[in-house]
């Protein structure tokens, strides 16, 4: 019952923002781009700058780079035996690939393991928005109606806030240069509004998810492979990784997330099978209530 308390107290947020969506009826992309342009580069900042670069910067890109990979082959795989076309092959990358690490991810590892829990987990929140508007639009763009080039996503990363974010605060952190700490209070209060946002976003998010007529055989075999597969690759992955144990724990627990619920809208902008990424999106985001825990309980929370 104590690991169910901690994923409830965000399920009560998303349910909100759900049932806020259905009453109302908010224009969700606006909030969203609010939460995106406004807050989260704030939070990014604010992590980078106050915590000091140390080898785990490089531990945690490595840890993100070769568990996307080591999915993506997995995708491939189950994809190539269940004969998928290009398409539905693109819309499991999607799925399968991205897990929902900054509305969903860092406020369980918040309530979880705590402010230091949480700083980890902004951090990789960066590395995985970074892969999933690079890797991402590729899968998407490949399956889709609508092609995009290098140049495109690249422009579309180099427009990312919250890697401007993230930049600022590592190079302010390197030169030194001291924030007077009322400009901090400041930037505090935005930084976390973010993640309350973030997770109302999501509740409103699933509230409009299209729940049509799917080929459920790739929708459960993306399931498998975001609930069970990634978590498991993440636990062979750290036990060579040299870090702490909290941020082993706090990669293993991020691993576990449900689909990205990101990866519908690139779904929906490039015509990868939008159905089947937004379905998946919902089933593994119900599924989480049952293996979060479960995961929880084997981190030994």
Same mark, same amino acid.
């Given at each position: ?25 908010? $224009? ?19 992590? =980078? ?13 490595? *840890? ?5 990979? !080591? ?8 994809? *190539? =035996? ?18 929902? &690490? ?9 309530? !979880? ?30 399956? /889709? ?48 509004? &973010? ?7 999501? /509740? ?31 636990? !062979? ?17 991020? !691993? ?7 990866? +519908? ?9 939008? $159905?089947?990424?937004? =379905?998946?999106?919902?089933? +593994? ?11 929880? *309980?084997?981190?030994?929370?």
């Amino acid at each position: 019952m104590d690991l169910l308390m901690i994923v409830l107290p965000a399920f009560l947020i998303f349910l909100t923002g759900y049932i806020g969506q259905k009453w109302i009826g908010f $224009d969700i992309k606006s909030i969203s781009m609010a939460a995106l342009y406004l807050m989260s580069p704030f939070l990014a900042f604010r992590t =980078f700058y106050a915590n000091e670069l140390t080898m785990e910067y490089v531990y945690i890109t490595v *840890f993100c780079l070769i568990l996307s990979f !080591a999915l993506i082959i997995v995708v491939l795989i189950t994809g *190539f =035996f269940m004969k998928a076309t290009r398409q539905k092959m693109s819309a499991m990358i999607l799925g399968g690939v991205f897990m929902n &690490s900054g509305n969903y991810g860092a406020p369980v590892v918040l309530f !979880a393991f705590g402010a230091a829990g949480f700083d980890y987990a902004v951090i990789i929140m960066v590395f995985q928005a970074f892969l999933m508007n690079t890797i991402g639009l590729f899968a998407a763009s490949f399956g /889709g109606e609508e092609e995009t080039s290098l140049q495109q996503s690249l422009r579309r990363v180099a427009r990312m806030p919250v890697l401007h974010g993230a930049i600022l605060g590592v190079v302010l952190q390197l030169l030194n240069v001291h924030i007077p700490p009322t400009f901090m209070d400041a930037i505090s209060l935005v930084a976390d509004a &973010s993640i309350p946002t973030v997770m109302l976003v999501l /509740g409103m998010q699933l509230a409009v998810i299209a729940t049509k007529r799917v080929a459920y055989k790739y929708v459960n075999a993306v399931a498998v492979i975001r609930m069970i597969v990634s978590p498991l690759l993440a636990v !062979a992955i750290v036990s060579f990784i040299p870090v702490n144990d909290l941020l082993k724990d706090v990669m293993i627990l991020l !691993a576990a997330m449900p689909a990205a619920a990101n990866t +519908t809208m690139f779904a929906i902008q490039y015509g990868t099978e939008p $159905d089947l990424v937004s =379905f998946t999106t919902l089933i +593994t985001t119900l599924l989480s209530i049952v293996t979060i825990p479960l995961v929880l *309980f084997w981190l030994g929370i």
